[in-house]
C-alpha cells in the first residue's frame, strides 16, 4: 500500500481526496489503527464533506477486519466524537473529517482511551511506518461487528450542564456554522436558550457553498460581520467545518482574538473554582497570565499543540485550558476541546456581570496590544534554525526560552516565533504596552525573520 508520507501531520492525517487520500488509504489506516492499540471496540464518526461516508465505510472495513468492533456514530462533529469514546470507554476513535481545510481536502483525527489524542510522535508515525513498511499483521479469523449508534442528545446534556442555563439573558446572537457541524449541534443548544438568534449556513454541506469553514481567515467572516452589524446583535459565534472550535465577534463587528477568549473563558472558571489551573499556549496574550492571577488561580504556560495541552491538563488537573487559535480545553469534558462549551461559557458570563462582549473586552483591548498571528513563508525548513539563531542573538539581553520556537521576554513587551508543523513557515505573535511599541517592534522582528 504506497501513502503518501505526508498525509501523516503532528496531530492527525489530512490530504487532498482522492489523490493523498482515498479508501484504499483508509482501509489500510483502519487496520493499522486497530493494530497499532491493540483495540477491541472503536469509535467511528464523520463529517459532511462529500467523500466522508465512503472514507468512513473504509476505514470500518478495515478496522473490523482485524477483529475489532466498531460503534458507528455517524455524521457528527468532532467533539461528538470524543465524548462517545470517553462515554462509551472504547479503546479509541476516529473522527473522518480535514476540520476547516477546503472542501478538496480530508482526513481522520485518531484517539485512543478516554479520547487522549494521537500525535505525529505517539501514534501517528508507527501507523504511517506499519502501512509503508507492509508490516500491519493478517485480518483476524473473524471479523468485528459494526452498530450504529446516536449520542447527540446526551451530548447536548454535557455541554448544558457547564451552564446555569437560568441566568442567560436574552441577547441577540448571530450564529454562522458554515455550512459544517455547527448546524447540527448548534440549534439544539439554542433552541434550550432565551436568545434571539440569526443562524447563517445552518443547511449543513459539504461542498461549502456560502464560504469556507475556517473563520480564522477574514474572507469566511464578511457575512457574519455584517449581519452582526445589521442585526446590532450583542455577539456573533462561528464555528470552523468539525465544529471543534468556535470564535467570536463583537457587537461592534471587531473579531476577537483567541488569547483574550482564553483570558474571559479564566474569569468564568474561576468565579466558580477559586484557585483553579489554567493551561495557556506560549504565544498568547499576558492578559491570561494577569487576570488568572487577579482571580487567584495558577496559570502555567504551555507548549502548542492539543496533545501537549492534553497531557499536561492530566498532570496538573487543568480545569480550562486555551490555544489562540479557538482551541478550548476543559478538565470536565474528558481534557478535550469542545466548540460549544466556550460560547455558552462566554453568555454566561456575559448575563452574569451584566455586559456585552465588547464591554468584556474592553479593559484588555486598552492594555494589552497584540499583533495577532503573522506568518512568513520560507524558502524550505532548512531556513528555520538560522533565524530562530539570529533573533536570540539580536534579543541577547531579554528573557528567552525554547519551548516552542523561540520566545523573547521583556518588560514592555514579548513574541514567540515558531515553525510550521506541516509547511515552511514562521509565525510570529507580538504584544506589547502601547499600540505604538507593538507596531514599532512588530515591523522589527518582522524585517529580522525576513532578512
Request: with cysteine.
Amino acid at each position: 500500500m504506497k501513502l503518501n508520507p505526508d498525509i501523516f501531520k503532528a496531530y492527525d492525517v489530512r490530504g487532498t481526496y482522492p489523490d493523498e487520500v482515498h479508501e484504499d488509504g483508509a482501509r489500510a489506516i483502519g487496520a493499522a489503527f486497530v493494530a497499532y492499540l491493540q483495540a477491541k471496540r472503536i469509535g467511528v464518526g464523520r463529517d459532511m464533506r462529500l467523500s466522508s461516508p465512503t472514507m468512513a465505510a473504509a476505514f470500518i472495513d478495515g478496522a473490523t477486519s482485524m477483529g475489532a468492533d466498531v460503534v458507528d456514530y455517524g455524521m457528527i462533529p468532532t467533539d461528538v466524537l470524543y465524548y462517545g469514546v470517553a462515554t462509551d470507554q472504547l479503546d479509541g476513535g476516529v473522527q473522518v473529517t480535514a476540520s476547516h481545510n477546503p472542501k478538496q481536502y480530508n482526513g481522520m483525527k485518531m484517539v485512543r482511551q478516554e479520547a487522549f489524542p494521537l500525535s505525529g510522535d505517539a501514534g501517528i508515525g508507527d501507523i504511517r511506518d506499519m502501512i509503508a513498511g507492509g508490516t500491519i499483521p493478517p485480518p483476524a479469523a473473524t471479523r468485528g461487528a459494526v452498530t450504529a449508534k446516536n449520542v447527540v442528545a446526551p451530548y447536548v446534556d454535557h455541554v448544558m450542564s457547564f451552564i446555569d442555563p437560568s441566568v442567560i439573558r436574552p441577547f441577540n446572537v448571530v450564529l454562522d456554522a458554515g455550512s459544517g457541524m455547527g448546524g447540527l449541534i448548534g440549534p439544539l443548544l439554542f433552541d434550550r436558550l432565551p436568545c434571539k438568534t440569526t443562524r447563517l449556513c445552518f443547511d449543513i454541506d459539504g461542498r461549502f457553498p456560502n464560504h469556507e469553514a475556517n473563520p480564522l481567515i477574514e474572507e469566511n467572516r464578511l457575512d457574519i460581520t455584517a449581519r452582526v452589524l445589521a442585526e446590532k446583535a450583542d455577539i456573533g459565534i462561528a464555528w470552523d467545518g468539525d465544529a471543534d472550535r468556535c470564535f467570536f465577534i463583537d457587537g461592534t463587528g471587531e473579531f476577537v482574538s483567541g488569547d483574550f477568549i482564553t483570558a474571559l473563558l479564566a474569569e468564568a472558571f474561576l468565579m466558580k473554582h477559586p484557585g483553579a489551573t489554567i493551561i495557556y499556549d506560549l504565544r498568547a496574550s499576558h492578559a491570561v497570565r494577569d487576570i488568572v492571577a487577579q482571580y487567584g488561580g495558577t496559570s502555567l504556560m504551555n507548549r502548542v499543540g492539543h496533545a501537549f495541552f492534553k497531557r499536561r491538563m492530566r498532570e496538573t488537573n487543568g480545569i480550562f485550558g486555551g490555544e489562540v487559535t479557538g482551541h478550548y480545553y476543559f478538565r470536565d469534558n474528558f481534557f478535550a476541546d469542545n466548540g460549544f462549551i466556550p460560547a455558552l461559557l462566554i453568555l454566561e458570563l456575559m448575563s452574569k456581570k451584566g455586559k456585552s462582549l465588547h464591554e468584556l473586552l474592553e479593559p484588555l483591548r486598552r492594555t494589552y496590544f497584540i499583533s495577532g498571528e503573522i506568518n512568513t513563508k520560507l524558502s524550505s525548513m532548512a531556513a528555520v534554525a538560522p533565524t530562530l539563531d539570529r533573533i536570540a542573538e539580536k534579543y541577547a539581553d531579554a528573557s528567552q526560552y525554547k519551548l516552542d520556537g523561540i520566545s523573547i521576554e521583556y518588560p514592555d513587551w514579548h513574541f514567540n516565533v515558531r515553525a510550521s508543523n506541516t509547511e515552511p513557515l514562521l509565525r510570529l505573535n507580538l504584544e506589547a504596552t502601547t499600540a505604538e511599541r507593538m507596531a514599532a517592534k512588530r515591523d522589527e522582528v518582522l524585517a529580522l525573520i525576513r532578512a
